[in-house]
């Protein structure tokens, strides 16, 4: 294949077989340009084959852009370091649904709409009863959250914009409070309402740790470190579940299953899953020692182990989350008198290693954001099973954001992908009685 300028635009041409196709090259404001492939099978008879879709855009999107070489992540074009430096997790709510910092009184209607819908159904309380005290809190979020279709499947007409952005509203208002009961039920503590009063991530501390028999005071510190993580993770082009949540959104499905469907896939260790893994890497590493015995088993390919927390299909260079990750877990343990802490220490010891070693650096398996926010999380006191369900919570503004965005791109239909199929032949059905 190669591609040329004609003119006012240009192609790709490729030649299949006895066939020349012509392809439209497309630019984006930044970044690659894409060959629309949409005529591929219609003009050639052939699918385009690209598993785990490596180099493949599934849509166009003005919400995020990555450039996996340098290391930038912008958000509406504003870049992930000022972001979590400067605003807080509201605003950014706002920038990724809207497209634009809120003006003052923007962010009061934003944040007071937030505020006001953080409350559930006082139905939902009950489908927590059905799950053992032990259920992973993921498996808590899957079906409660998804529940919440139930609630409002009849008053969610996504073709009405007024809608969509009420929905959006009310998922990223009520994860944090079903998180925070799951993470009550889970320790055998009563529910805490949402509290008008307090700030988004200050409500969500209170929620997890207050308790009825006594005043809970908010710390800053620790309020502000998470509502940065919380930053830190709320949307991230498309990676697996917000092109799990996209893709479920194509069919028209309603939003809050949408989402559930996001939170089943973040669960995986690969992905949103990485933080609780890394963490449990650590532990089991243990000491400073230990580390090249787990460098080796990580290069080992029959090993099967693989350094939980390091590479990422797109940075090839640095993750920015995980340098802001690093420097806010190094002020949270700084804050809270942790100076000791022996998975720091394995932490840091691990990724100078890893990050000397030839195998790492040709690979270019740098830490990912996962690497440094479990034990951040930790010292927060979350327990680690809790670690992807704040992801989730985090990443839900981004979920609703390209769900909404996918609903009101024109270019956008039912996905549905095709296949190599490499399995039988025709063939006759032979009745069991002649079967050898
Ligand atoms: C997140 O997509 C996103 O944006 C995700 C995310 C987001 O915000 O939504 O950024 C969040 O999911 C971060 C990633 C968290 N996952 C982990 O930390 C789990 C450990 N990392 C890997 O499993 C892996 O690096 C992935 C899944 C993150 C990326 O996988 P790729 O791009 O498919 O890369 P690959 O599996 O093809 O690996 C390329 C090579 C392989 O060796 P070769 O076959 O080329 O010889 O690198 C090796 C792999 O064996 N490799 C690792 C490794 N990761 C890749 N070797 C050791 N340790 C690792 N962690």
């Not at 959104?249 to 559930?260: L, R, T, V």
């Not at 070693?357 to 479990?374: A, H, M, R, T």
């Not at 680690?384 to 239909?413: C, H, N, S, Y």
Request: charge should be negative; aromatic fraction near 10%.
């Amino acid at each position: 294949m190669d591609s040329k300028s004609t003119g006012t635009s240009s192609t790709a041409t490729l030649k299949v077989k006895d066939h020349t196709v012509e392809m439209p090259l497309r630019s984006g404001t930044i970044g690659p340009d894409v060959i629309d492939v949409g005529k591929l099978y219609k003009e050639t008879d052939c699918f385009n084959y690209d598993p785990g879709f490596t180099s493949t855009a599934n849509c166009s999107s003005k919400i995020t852009y990555i450039d996996g070489d340098k290391g930038v992540l912008l958000h509406r074009g504003y870049p992930i370091d000022q972001l979590a430096e400067q605003s807080n997790f509201v605003e950014v709510c706002h920038l990724l649904l809207n497209g634009e910092l809120p003006t003052e009184s923007e962010y009061q209607e934003f944040s007071g709409a937030i505020t006001r819908h953080t409350m559930v159904h006082e139905q939902m309380t009950r489908f927590f009863t059905g799950f053992r005290r032990d259920a992973h809190p993921m498996a808590v979020m899957c079906g409660v959250v998804g529940a919440l279709s139930a609630f409002y499947h009849d008053s969610t007409d996504i073709n009405d914009p007024e809608q969509r952005t009420i929905a959006a509203r009310r998922l990223i208002a009520k994860m944090p409070t079903i998180a925070a009961m799951a993470y009550k039920y889970a320790i055998g503590q009563p529910f805490i309402y949402p509290r008008n009063d307090l700030d988004y991530t200050s409500n969500f501390l209170q929620m997890c740790f207050a308790v009825p028999c006594e005043p809970y005071t908010v710390d800053p510190v620790i309020s502000r470190a998470l509502d940065r993580i919380f930053i830190l993770h709320a949307d991230h082009e498309q990676n697996a579940s917000t092109s799990t949540v996209r893709l479920a959104g194509s069919s028209g499905a309603n939003p809050f299953a949408c989402i559930a469907a996001g939170i089943a896939c973040l669960w995986g260790p690969a992905h949103g899953g990485a933080n609780e893994a890394a963490l449990n890497m650590l532990k089991e590493i243990g000491s400073v020692d230990r580390i090249p015995e787990y460098v080796k088993k990580a290069k080992d390919k029959t090993s099967g182990f693989r350094l939980m927390g390091f590479g990422h299909r797109v940075y090839k260079n640095y993750d920015p989350r995980a340098k802001v990750m690093q420097k806010t877990c190094h002020e949270v343990l700084d804050a809270l008198g942790i100076r000791d802490e022996p998975l720091l220490k394995v932490a840091m010891e691990l990724e100078r290693i890893a990050l000397e070693d030839d195998y790492f650096v040709e690979k270019k398996l740098y830490p990912n954001i996962d690497f440094y926010s479990g034990i951040t999380l930790r010292a927060l006191n979350f327990p680690v099973e809790m670690f992807t369900v704040l992801f989730a919570v985090a990443r839900t503004v981004g979920w609703v954001a390209q769900w909404k965005e996918m609903i009101e791109d024109p270019e956008q239909r039912i996905g549905r992908p095709r296949q190599l199929y490499v399995g039988e032949a025709s063939r006759e059905f032979i009745p069991r009685t002649e079967r050898g």
